[in-house]
């Protein structure tokens, strides 16, 4: 892993590689937070970047995706209600980098000219395992116990006879059941010790303000009830001292309001959050009051349409704080509901007519993608999510049927009546441009 965490923001329609992260600042006694890198290796910086990307990562045939894959980025903890730092592909690497060190040229405000910066790789053990060659590693990370032990799930009771000496001839091996099974029988120091059941005749240790503590040392552990005359007198009759004149009871009081627990500190010293919820948080900013922020940290959801609720009570709660600008953050967007996406810009951004159905995009569609579709149209959708593999979601953009030109499709033409393109020197198959046609919130 490297201490510097890149992203890549585009200011003022230049889009340059910054420093997100400097997790050495305190070594270095040097903070290079949001300094341009124009360099890597000797190299334009974005083009080695991008170069890297396309040849290390294989999680999309897009090189923007690839490209961002690279790039720091944050998530969202639900638990905790914080965001937590992502370094990305091309700050932690899963296999060796091509070289031992990275060198940077960054251009940083506190210095007017570049700065060459050598960065070395931070190795993290996966495990706590100490080796120096390949024997040491096979002798104490492939051949060593584990550290813990199962317990067995359900442990053989011993015999609750209190006698320490019985019978020989009822005794089993001990680790053989009554079958002759071999049982597994955990390290005393990894097992609770169990003893046996207290038969009514014993009393568990009790204190000497205890009235049931007849006899009995407090230090000498269970004692037995004993049955003399002399330690409970049963032909005598006791004698009980005058019972004092009853005086009144005080006041119960009042019951007291149970704390209110503190709320969770703020992630953000600048900000305050308001509301959140799966995919979605919602801030204002206390240097300026009638700025809010909503991030959009996902959208990948099971159920989209409970996250419009949250939507909701975010920006009423930010027009209730009179808020009249608002930031939009998406960033990080790795995919997921296509509808949730759409009709969360159709919520936002409204619009009074249906002119950006017309504005169509093409999908990938093979053989499998036309089987599928051919399956899935007719059928119910399960438990109301869309698939984006239904015709039905989809925008027929043939003028004329019905004297409605924003129909969604009644057939599988979409997938079934295909073309091929040619992009990024690759030819695959492509349905006609479409849209997803939206349904009411």
């Known amino acids: 892993m490297k201490p510097l965490l890149l992203y890549a923001p585009i200011i003022n329609g230049t889009q340059y590689l910054r420093v997100f992260k400097d997790y050495h600042s305190l070594q270095r006694n040097q903070v290079y937070d949001d300094c341009i890198v124009y360099g890597i290796n000797n190299a334009d910086a974005m083009q080695y970047f991008q170069y890297w990307a396309n040849q290390a990562i294989s999680l999309s045939h897009d090189p923007n995706v690839r490209f961002n894959a690279a790039l720091a980025s944050q998530r969202y903890d639900t638990a905790s209600g914080t965001f937590v730092d992502v370094p990305g592909e091309f700050a932690q690497r899963r296999f060796l980098p091509e070289t031992p060190f990275v060198e940077y040229l960054l251009q940083c405000p506190f210095s007017s000219s570049p700065i060459m910066l050598r960065e070395d790789w931070v190795v993290t053990p996966r495990a706590q395992v100490k080796f120096d060659d390949a024997a040491s590693f096979v002798m104490n990370a492939c051949l060593a116990e584990p550290r813990s032990l199962p317990t067995t799930p359900h442990p053989v009771h011993p015999s609750p006879n209190p006698d320490p000496s019985p019978s020989t001839s009822r005794r089993r091996p001990p680790h053989t059941t009554a079958t002759h099974r071999p049982t597994y029988t955990p390290p005393t120091s990894q097992t609770e010790s169990i003893k046996p059941l207290m038969r009514r005749s014993r009393l568990y240790n009790r204190s000497k303000s205890d009235p049931m503590s007849l006899h009995a040392d407090p230090s000498s552990g269970p004692q037995r009830l004993s049955r003399r005359p002399s330690a409970m007198p049963s032909h005598k009759k006791r004698q009980f001292p005058a019972e004092p004149s009853p005086t009144p009871s005080p006041p119960e009081p009042e019951p007291q309001p149970l704390p209110v627990p503190p709320p969770p500190p703020q992630q953000f010293a600048n900000a305050e959050k308001i509301i959140s919820g799966h995919a979605t948080a919602?801030?204002?900013?206390?240097?300026?009051?009638?700025?809010?922020?909503?991030?959009?940290?996902?959208?990948?959801?099971?159920?989209?349409?409970?996250?419009?609720?949250?939507?909701?009570?975010?920006?009423?709660?930010?027009?209730?704080?009179?808020?009249?600008?608002?930031?939009i953050d998406l960033q990080n967007s790795d995919g997921e509901d296509i509808e949730f996406?759409?009709?969360?810009?159709?919520?936002?951004?409204?619009?009074?007519?249906?002119?950006?159905?017309?504005?169509?995009?093409?999908?990938?569609?093979?053989?499998?993608?036309?089987?599928?579709?051919?399956?899935?149209?007719?059928?119910?959708?399960?438990?109301?999510?869309?698939?984006?593999?239904?015709?039905?979601?989809?925008?027929?953009?043939?003028?004329?049927?019905?004297?409605?030109?924003?129909?969604?499709?009644?057939?599988?033409?979409?997938?079934?009546?295909?073309?091929?393109?040619?992009?990024?020197?690759?030819?695959?198959?492509?349905?006609?441009?479409?849209?997803?046609?939206?349904?009411?919130?």
């Not at 990938?364 to 959708?381: A, C, K, P, T, V």
């Not at 999510?385 to 003028?399: E, I, Q, T, Y």
């Open 282 to 327: 919602f801030y204002q900013s206390l240097l300026k009051p009638t700025l809010g922020i909503m991030v959009i940290h996902s959208f990948s959801l099971e159920t989209p349409t409970s996250e419009f609720d949250i939507v909701y009570k975010g920006l009423e709660a930010l027009y209730a704080r009179n808020v009249t600008q608002l930031v």
């Open 341 to 441: 996406a759409t009709q969360l810009v159709q919520m936002i951004f409204t619009n009074a007519t249906s002119t950006l159905l017309v504005l169509g995009a093409d999908a990938r569609s093979g053989r499998l993608i036309q089987r599928l579709s051919q399956g899935l149209y007719g059928r119910e959708r399960v438990d109301g999510k869309a698939n984006p593999f239904d015709a039905r979601m989809f925008v027929d953009h043939n003028a004329g049927r019905n004297g409605d030109e924003h129909e969604p499709y009644n057939d599988n033409s979409l997938f079934d009546n295909t073309t091929d393109l040619t992009r990024f020197g690759r030819t695959s198959t492509y349905t006609l441009p479409t849209t997803l046609s939206l349904r009411p919130l």
